[in-house]
């Protein structure tokens, strides 16, 4: 009664990526969608923690980069299996994540935004830094990182790598689906709505933003070492200050407040560059101009924008969510 | 049922409350009054341990409290309806209601707290039809009801509530103060009311304290509140 039928939803997208490399047989267009898989597995993870938990965080490209560095650094150097590299990686990740999120959590607003930020300039100059172990500015050059293999199949191809990624990211979309419309998932947005009254309530709030901040750091983890097997090299480039800030930017695009909106915010924010190509010297021009006009007439996202939509079609009045939510 | 003794609450480094004490028994409405910046929320704070107290002893039920999370206090049966009613806007009546069962809902007794909402709609049949909008939108008393709703979902043996009248006009305030009435005689609660329009509270309850810069200056029956010269002048305008 309560719940929301999430699976409805659910199982039309589950057609939509089955069906998607059967209209995209170009190589290199399916692994744009490769890489639109990878970056939407971290923004579901902090749009748990921006548009529920109401928490914000400009150091999330550091998870995501740690992800990265531990599967190429243990599967390199250190020849363990790709698997338990990557499972390594995201417990790394969440210990860091709950010694730095322990004490900045108990910040708001603009100071944590800092605090966050300052979080993911350390461990982008850790990467520069540590030349010994991460190969320094020119990136991880020691040894070639493997394919990952799934039972008996070695993901090379980019139509394994598809299957491989959107898999997973699938089972992970299963489970924040069930978080969010849980007891977890309300208490989450009764922080966002009014921490003081959630105290009240009872909700530990102090430890479900802890929580919230290392899951979402282990989603990114977990993206990071997915996108080191498929790049299969890493640079201390696309873990800095600015993928922070498109991550966030994905996640505000794409709505605020809904898991579906960080994953249509990571499909446009990489498909859009890609797309605009043909107007060469201007296209970073025309991306300005569109993130821009989302902004400004769609305050809930591409999410919130569609639900707006949806509404007047079905003209319910008193149901305004997105003009809350956004 | 509730005792509280020589309590001494801070903020910072400030002291709020100076050696308060008072005691609640079991069925009886009690109302505190006082000026702003007596420490009314205050005393409230420290009973849910939102902000425990630094020295003295709150004991429920005989079981020493002080010092326990908010968690553990709302699961023994004390429950808050905070000042300016702090409903959580952006989430629907429902959801509302259900984050106020937060701390005893589990799977197995889901069915017992889908029961307690028919209990509440039942004393606000105003809600009923609401319960999907989102609370941001009711009106000020609907959302007065709906704080108290809330707090009710974790079925609380005793119900504190801040300021149930505040910016709300007469009319609505007469209608909230009769289904706290009813909440006593109905449900058995205990309630402890803090108010500031000092006449309906007292008419409502069996005995009243009044609090001043952290200290209780004068506390009896409802009458003797009433009828005392001094409260006369400076809480009921007279």
Redesign the interface.
Known sequence: ??KRNIYIPYAVFLMIVLLAPMFVKNPYYLGVLVQVGIFSLVTMGLSLLMGYAGQISLGHAAFFGMGAYASAILTGTCHWSPWLAMGAGMLITACVAWFVGTPSLKLKGHYLAMATLGFGLIVNIFFLAEVDLTGGPSGYTFARIPHITFIKWTIKSETSSYYFVWGILLVILLLTLHIIHS?VG??L??I???E?????????TAQYKVGIFILSGIYASLAGSLYAHYIRFVAPDPFGLMESVLLVTMVIVGGMGSIWGAIAGAALLIILPEALRFFQDYNILIYGAILLFIMLFLPGGIFGGSQMLWLLIRKIP??R?EA??G | MLRIQNIRSFYGNLLVLKNLSLHINEGEIVTLIGANGSGKSTLLKSI?G?LPPRQGLIVFQDKDITHL???????LGIA?V?EGR??????SV??NL???S??R??FRNKSEV?ADFDRIFDLFPHLVKKR???A??LSGGEQQMLAIG?ALM?RPRILLLDEPSMGLAPIIVEDIFAKITKLRSEEKTTILLVEQNAEMALDISDRGYVLETGKIVFQGPREDLLENAEIKRAYLGK
């Not at chain 1, 003081?196 to 530990?204: H, I, K, W």
């Open positions: 009664m309560m007891r309300r208490a947005r009764s966002h709505a009014d003081e009254a959630a105290r009240a309530m009872g909700v530990n008193g149901r969510q809350k939510d | 849910m939102l999370r908010t968690e553990k206090i709302v699961r808050l905070p702090h409903i959580f806007a952006p989430l429902q959801d259900l984050l106020g937060y701390s809902y589990s889908m999907k909008q989102l941001g939108t809330r974790s």
